[in-house]
Nanobody
């Protein structure tokens, strides 16, 4: 069964850091484009970052220079390192893969940036 499970969210003060994890099962992360999305309250889900099988990465403008997406092939896991967090980064963060023509989503992990 193809599945992704996010973890690592929590409450952090502005300027702090978090690392989100996306543990994959049923497929190999290194041969698919893996992405992180987020959805803030009353807003549409938006793409945050993705990494391709060739390790090309892309970031939405609002997180460039602050977030880093990476992949651990040995553990079949994708990470999102988030630094210099801002209150506007508060959202539920989702891992995503397009597998067999279908988008597979996890349950999400809540990130709250607040003092």
């Amino acid at each position: 069964q193809v599945q992704v499970v996010e973890s690592g969210g929590g409450l952090v003060q502005p300027g702090g850091s978090l690392r989100l994890s996306c543990a994959a099962s049923g497929f190999i992360v290194s041969i698919y484009r893996m992405a992180w999305y987020r959805q803030a309250p009353q807003k549409q889900r938006e793409l945050v970052a993705f990494i391709t099988p060739t390790s090309f990465s892309h970031y939405t403008n609002s997180v460039k220079e602050r977030f880093t997406i990476s992949r651990d092939n040995a553990n079949n896991t994708v990470y999102l390192q988030m630094n210099s967090l801002k209150p506007e980064d508060t959202a539920v963060y989702y891992c995503n893969v397009e597998y067999g023509g279908n988008y597979v989503w996890g349950q999400g992990t809540q990130v709250t940036v607040s003092s």
